[in-house]
């Protein structure tokens, strides 16, 4: 059996695969972690960021050409990249917060 600090550390980096985010509201278990919390919370904000941008983007692109086809690559290249970062840190056992959007995921997901 994994040892508790195991199994936080798994429930966050999977927090950025959706199934840890699942796997956090089914096992009271791991709702009990405060270092999955967070990275649960930081990967559900962007998660809600990333759909909401991929809508607002898909929908100017669809109407456009050009520069804003460049501009939505850019923009979901960025969210790539805070995904990324905040799979790191999950990894690294650190509880930082998501560059740019990190702060909102304190504000606003309150469980």
Known sequence: MAKKDDTERMSSILSY???GIIW???????RKSEFTKFHV???LNLLIFSVVLGILLGWITFFSFGFF????WII???LFVLWIIGLINA????????P??????ERYLTF
């Open 24 to 30: 956090y509201f089914a096992d009271e278990k791991v």
């Open 100 to 105: 740019v959007i990190g702060q909102f995921a």
């Open 76 to 78: 979901q290249l960025a």
């Open 91 to 98: 990894i690294n056992s650190k509880k930082e917060k998501i």
């Open 41 to 43: 919370k930081q990967a």
């Open 17 to 19: 695969f959706i199934i």
């Open 69 to 72: 086809r460049v501009f939505a």
